[in-house]
């Protein structure tokens, strides 16, 4: 059943009781209660698909009713949300799951809301029912044929579209296609009023602007000169290339020669009918931008502390503020702690060492002792010196986000997070209780 479409004015806390979003939320959990769509971005490889599906979770544990729009996810992580994969349908997350998780450590089966209120999501006969979890893999072909559904002129024109070959290569490999279709289906969602919360894990980007402009370079590349020429060619109709003139002609048959001249046709087919589209495409793009610009939107900008990501993030983070789009904060990944030694002595080292049990069991000779504690120092000493170089890079980010900015910090864990308990360890860092 569908919900009716809830106003920014009627979103909930948590609670069920009306609040207004801060211009800036104190806390990760702070924003997962207040706000109504949390974007997550960042290049690849910086764990932003497990921190989109962590904060999810931490939502609908909290009682929010949460849709977690991924796009690319490893099947490990649908796994560990108890489904067997993902597609473009909406899945619901077991009960069961939202259950586990709220009884794994990190947070309590009563727990205060963000703004600690008090006990909330108890087993008590008076107390609210959890939030829900739902989650979907965006299929970037199939977001892009609503899109053309949506705006063709006719059933008819969208069937030629549909079918047209052309059409089927450029909905899959188009530059900036998967982020404006990531964006197109947000919209969607976020008109549809079901979802408390929208959490996007946005497409993997080599490049950090490639996101915010996917609409204008899709727009571009539709709309260039020279796919003007090809429909100026076609003259406007489907039956032909009335225009062609003797130049025309003469680049016509030239690339007919190379390509063939059904592709020619299909090509100026698809121009023809694509134009009628493009307005629509144009104007969704600007709902886009209108909306990511909502006080009810947050973005989580997601990074590792390696010099190359957090070039990426300072460099999105300007272009977020350029665009005055709402920054939430940094949830930081991958991040090396220091443990300064009690002692640098190597000899007291290598005591201790023969001191312990285990190793003593062990029978070393002095020679082996000498060169295990050898190496120990100086494994902890790269240690030191990769935490060092991470915190010097993470003061960067906390200088451009500013006093106010969230700075999660998430250590280096080692292992896949493959399990529910894992999703909601990794909450214990990106939500910590004060």
């Known amino acids: 059943m569908r919900r009716p479409k809830i106003s920014l004015r009627d979103t909930f806390c948590g609670v069920r009781r ?23 971005v960042g290049s690849g490889g910086v764990g932003k698909t497990t921190t989109a599906a962590s904060l999810a979770l931490a939502a609908a544990r909290r009682g929010r009713r949460t849709l977690v729009l991924t796009i690319d996810p490893a099947k490990r992580l649908a796994n560990s949300l108890g489904l067997e994969g993902l597609g473009h349908d909406i899945q619901q997350v077991s009960p069961d799951i939202i259950e586990r998780a709220s009884a794994a450590p990190g947070i309590s089966a009563q727990t205060g809301n963000a703004s600690g209120r008090g006990p909330m999501r108890s087993g008590a006969a008076n107390a609210e029912p959890r939030g829900e979890l739902f989650a979907m893999m965006l299929d970037q072909k199939r977001a892009f044929d609503e899109v053309v559904s949506r705006y063709a002129k006719d059933a008819a024109a969208v069937q030629r579209v549909l079918n047209n070959p052309v059409y089927g290569q450029v909905s899959r490999t188009l530059a900036g296609a998967q982020e404006y279709a990531a964006m197109a289906k947000l919209h969607d969602f976020d008109r549809s009023g079901e979802w408390d919360l929208i959490v996007v894990d946005t497409p993997p980007t080599a490049h950090a602007l490639d996101f915010l402009d996917a609409p204008r370079k899709l727009s571009e590349a539709i709309d260039s000169p020279a796919i003007e020429w090809f429909r100026k060619m076609q003259g406007g109709s489907r039956s032909g290339w009335s225009l062609v003139g003797k130049t025309g002609s003469f680049v016509l048959g030239r690339l007919a020669k190379f390509v063939g001249s059904q592709f020619l046709d299909d090509l100026g087919v698809f121009f023809t009918e694509f134009n009628d589209i493009l307005g629509g495409f144009k104007e969704r793009a600007e709902e886009v931008f209108t909306l990511l610009r909502q006080p009810k939107v947050g973005f989580v900008l997601v990074a590792s502390p390696e010099p190359m ?24 990944n991958k991040v090396h702690d220091s443990a300064p030694l009690a002692t640098n002595d190597r ?15 062990l029978g070393l000779s002095g020679t082996s002792l000498r060169m295990a504690s050898e190496a120990m120092l100086s494994a902890h ?13 993470i003061a960067k980010l906390r200088t451009a986000g500013g006093p106010n900015a969230v700075m999660a910090l998430v250590p280096f864990l080692r292992g896949d997070i493959h399990d529910v308990e894992r999703l909601v360890g990794l909450e214990t860092y990106l939500l910590p209780r004060s």
């Open 18 to 40: 009306p609040c207004y979003p801060p211009a800036v939320p104190a806390s990760f959990e702070a924003a997962i209660m207040t706000r109504g769509i949390l974007v997550c």
């Open 309 to 332: 990501s957090v070039r990426e993030a300072l460099y999105f983070h300007d272009r977020l503020k350029t665009a005055s789009m709402p920054f939430v904060g940094f949830a930081i």
């Open 347 to 361: 000899s007291k080292i290598e005591a201790l060492l023969a001191a312990e049990p285990s190793v003593a069991a």
């Open 381 to 393: 000493n790269n240690i030191e010196a990769r935490a060092t170089a991470d915190h010097l890079s």
